[in-house]
């Protein structure tokens, strides 16, 4: 019995030690370079308010400019062909508020993928959430992460996409990133050379 309530006490004392981790909003020096395995080199370039903007480049693509809000949530400021959800994105779910990262935040909003809601749109569910602390290893090294999801899914229908991102406070950058959606896709991309100035 006591090995028992011993054995209860301990898995409450790694939740609580887990849960308490928090990570504030910071951007990453001007000019750091995450490289990725399959992937984007991105390189960070300044912080405007809320918003650390960066560039992604893919071989043989131009240069993305995106805003950066928090791990899971950013989207292309010029040359992105992506959805028009994506344009109201940071007014309808103001994902800045995921910060201070904390286990178990979670923000939860509603958007329409067009200029506005008609009967050739249909609407959209976001749910960023912070779902747990953990060391992760990736080409780059060994991190103390947050875990953090981005579900978006089509209501009334069976599409939904899932983002998710392990994001290291103590280099300030997404180390690790996997894609998944309702149509069987899904990539894994993790940092292999992270460079800070």
Same mark, same amino acid.
């Given at each position: 019995?006591?090995?028992?309530?011993?054995?209860?006490? *301990?898995?409450?004392?790694?939740?609580?030690? %887990?849960?308490? @981790?928090?990570?504030?909003?910071?951007?990453?020096?001007? #000019? $750091?370079?995450?490289?990725?395995?399959?992937?984007?080199?991105?390189?960070?370039?300044?912080?405007?308010?809320?918003?650390?903007?960066? *560039?992604?480049?893919?071989?043989?693509?131009? %240069?993305?400019? @995106?805003?950066?809000?928090?791990?899971?949530?950013?989207? #292309? $400021?010029?040359?992105n062909p992506g959805p028009n959800c994506y344009s109201t994105f940071a007014e309808e779910t103001k994902p800045w508020r995921l910060w201070p990262l904390v286990v178990g935040k979670q923000i939860v909003s509603h958007?329409?993928?067009?200029?506005?809601?008609?009967?050739?749109?249909?609407?959209?569910?976001?749910?960023?959430?912070?779902?747990?602390?953990?060391?992760?290893?990736?080409?780059?090294?060994?991190?103390?992460?947050?875990?953090?999801?981005?579900?978006?899914?089509?209501?009334?229908?069976?599409?939904?996409?899932?983002?998710?991102?392990?994001?290291?406070?103590?280099?300030?950058?997404?180390?690790?990133?996997?894609?998944?959606?309702?149509?069987?896709?899904?990539?894994?991309?993790?940092?292999?050379?992270?460079?800070?100035?």
């Amino acid at each position: 019995m006591r090995v028992l309530l011993f054995g209860f006490a *301990s898995i409450a004392l790694a939740v609580h030690t %887990a849960s308490s @981790q928090t990570a504030e909003f910071k951007c990453p020096s001007p #000019g $750091t370079t995450v490289e990725f395995t399959g992937g984007p080199i991105v390189i960070w370039l300044y912080q405007d308010g809320k918003i650390c903007k960066r *560039s992604a480049k893919r071989v043989g693509l131009p %240069a993305i400019i @995106q805003n950066w809000y928090a791990p899971a949530a950013m989207i #292309g $400021t010029e040359g992105n062909p992506g959805p028009n959800c994506y344009s109201t994105f940071a007014e309808e779910t103001k994902p800045w508020r995921l910060w201070p990262l904390v286990v178990g935040k979670q923000i939860v909003s509603h958007l329409y993928c067009g200029q506005k809601p008609d009967a050739d749109t249909r609407p959209q569910e976001s749910t960023l959430s912070v779902d747990s602390h953990e060391t992760v290893s990736t080409k780059a090294g060994t991190f103390e992460v947050f875990v953090v999801t981005h579900l978006r899914r089509d209501v009334g229908s069976y599409w939904w996409s899932l983002k998710t991102d392990w994001y290291a406070p103590a280099v300030g950058v997404v180390v690790k990133t996997t894609d998944s959606d309702s149509d069987a896709s899904y990539s894994s991309i993790e940092a292999f050379a992270i460079r800070q100035r």
